[in-house]
């Protein structure tokens, strides 16, 4: 099968405005966290959030944000980063550097432009019609991020937003290494984004008592696996990868970060939130990843998991990666980058696969921060409040995705090939 | 009452807000769409923007004649 490589990555994130400073924070275990300021919270029971580090207005010129969603500006900064991490000029003409017919974006958002649509209907409901934006509806449909990079780009051979809650990101990931090894293209801009610290979200996840509300002590909120966990706390950034044959990179002499090895798709199709508490799907979706990516589950040494810090789906997942591994589970660290990240719904799993690639590329896994006091007989080695090394040789990881709606998907990269 | 050259000013930094546009260049002989590059959903921006600084009311079928940053002007100036 076509291999496909990772040759570019690009985040803007609670931990750092690039993927140096978000990975320097995940390795030291830094909290990403903290008070919502904004004079909403007073009146919710939820007041805490982690924030992009880098503000999207200090690096988007001010007319062009105008017209683009949070989620819209996020996605841009991080595809430029990833763009040109790839050797690639983000405001080339179109065709001079890579064949716009050969170039897909696949860039998800869970929930979309989320910010326009509700301050347009405040103007809506507040002034009258005249003064909702013209550029509302491309603000907020959910294929705005993608499109706008597929513009930016000039991405002809297709411009795709998969939707799957919390699972979106790897989903678009996946779909778009389908579409390499399909050959319908040679490259593409992979991720996610999400922007949705807004009272109305964070009231709705906090009726459904789902977000943690430990709010006077922010930082430690986000604590997967813990005793004391109480819920996510949402995050809002962007994370994206550039992706290409492994003949196309070669060709154009790019850096490899390690291989995009393979996915697994599974639907529970048993609650609109609930996991199946089997773990059916979830470990599924791992053994489908392993079996596409030619790997045995002896070959993953790391997970970076859902591990959103929900009573229930902590739980969940420690069984579904026990099943999904097997006797292969003792040699595997586990780490939830949520603890410090919070969590970015639609953006999450493109974070999270950058954070898996790193790992493997720096063999060192970042830490589950709080995790003070470990749920008993998880069954799980996870590296808990410090950052822990990963032996030389080839590696294998998995990336797990969940999403409300019962989406499952799972990732695997390995690391470049020390020949190649 | 504000002066021609007042409304074309005030109506510059609304320009320049919505588009982008440098404020030196909006001159009543100007284009919105060939000269100064403001596109049609900038141009609904703009003239609502119009609306609220001037307290005018410019019909959709009326903002299909403003084409020049003079016709603006004259418009606002007939009707505040």
């Known amino acids: ?420 | 009452m504000a002066t021609t050259e007042d409304i074309r000013a005030q109506l510059a930094e609304l320009v320049n807000d919505v588009a982008g546009v440098p404020v030196d260049d909006v001159q009543l002989d100007k284009s919105f769409v060939d000269d100064l590059d403001v596109d049609s959903l900038a141009m609904v921006e703009i003239l609502v923007g119009c609306e609220e600084k001037f307290g005018v009311t410019i019909p959709d079928e009326e903002s299909k004649n403003l084409k020049t940053v003079g016709d603006a002007v004259a418009y606002i100036e007939a009707h505040s």
């Not at chain 1, 609670?14 to 275990?29: E, I, K, Q």
């Not at chain 1, 992979?190 to 964070?202: M, N, Q, R």
């Not at chain 1, 599924?284 to 790997?295: E, F, T, V, W």
Request: charged content about 20%.
């Open chain 1, 1 to 420: 099968m076509t291999e496909i490589v990772i040759t570019g990555l690009g985040a803007t994130t609670p931990l750092g405005g690039d993927v140096a400073s978000t990975w320097a924070g995940m390795l030291a275990g830094r909290s990403g966290v903290s008070a919502i300021t904004e004079g909403w919270a007073e009146e919710l029971p939820v007041k805490i959030a982690a924030y992009v580090k880098v503000d999207p207005s200090e690096v988007i010129e001010r007319v062009k944000a105008r017209r683009l969603d949070r989620s819209t500006q996020l996605a841009l900064i991080a595809a430029q980063e990833a763009w040109t991490d790839a050797g690639l000029d983000w405001d080339a003409e179109e065709g001079t550097q890579v064949d716009p017919q050969r170039l897909i974006v696949s860039v998800a958002s869970g929930i979309g432009g989320l910010h326009s649509l509700l301050n347009n209907w405040d103007a809506h409901r507040d002034k009258g019609y005249r003064r909702v934006s013209p550029f509302t509806i491309p603000m907020l449909m959910a294929n705005a991020p993608a499109a706008n990079i597929g513009i930016q780009v000039h991405a002809k051979a297709g411009v795709h937003t998969p939707v799957s809650a919390c699972a979106s990101s790897n989903e678009a990931i996946s779909l778009a290494l389908d579409q390499l090894r399909l050959g319908r293209a040679d490259i593409a801009v992979v991720g996610g984004t999400e922007a949705t610290i807004h009272p109305l979200p964070i009231a709705a996840f906090g009726q459904m008592q789902a977000v943690s509300r430990r709010n006077d002590e922010p930082e430690r909120a986000s604590r997967p696996w813990d005793v004391d966990r109480d819920g996510f706390v949402m995050g809002e950034g962007s994370a994206v990868m550039v992706i290409e044959t492994l003949e196309h990179a070669k060709a154009r002499g790019a850096k490899v970060y390690g291989t995009l090895a393979g996915s697994g798709i599974t639907a529970d199709s048993h609650d609109i939130v609930q996991p199946d508490p089997t773990g059916e799907g979830q470990f599924g979706a791992m053994r489908k990843a392993i079996a596409d990516a030619g790997l045995s589950a002896s070959d993953i040494r790391h997970v970076n998991a859902h591990g959103t810090s929900t009573p229930q789906g902590d739980l969940t997942e420690a069984g579904s990666i026990r099943t999904g591994l097997g006797s292969a589970v003792d040699g595997c660290v586990v780490t939830s980058t949520k603890s410090m990240t919070g969590h970015l719904l639609g953006g999450a799993g493109a974070l999270e696969t950058i954070a898996a690639v790193l790992a493997l590329h720096d063999r060192m896994v970042p830490p589950t921060i709080n995790l003070e006091n470990p749920e008993p007989d998880l069954g799980i080695d996870i590296a808990a409040l410090t950052a822990r090394p990963l032996p030389a040789g080839d590696l294998a990881a998995i990336n797990n995705s969940f999403g409300f709606g019962g989406a499952n998907v799972a990732v695997a990269v390995t690391n470049a090939n020390q020949s190649r």
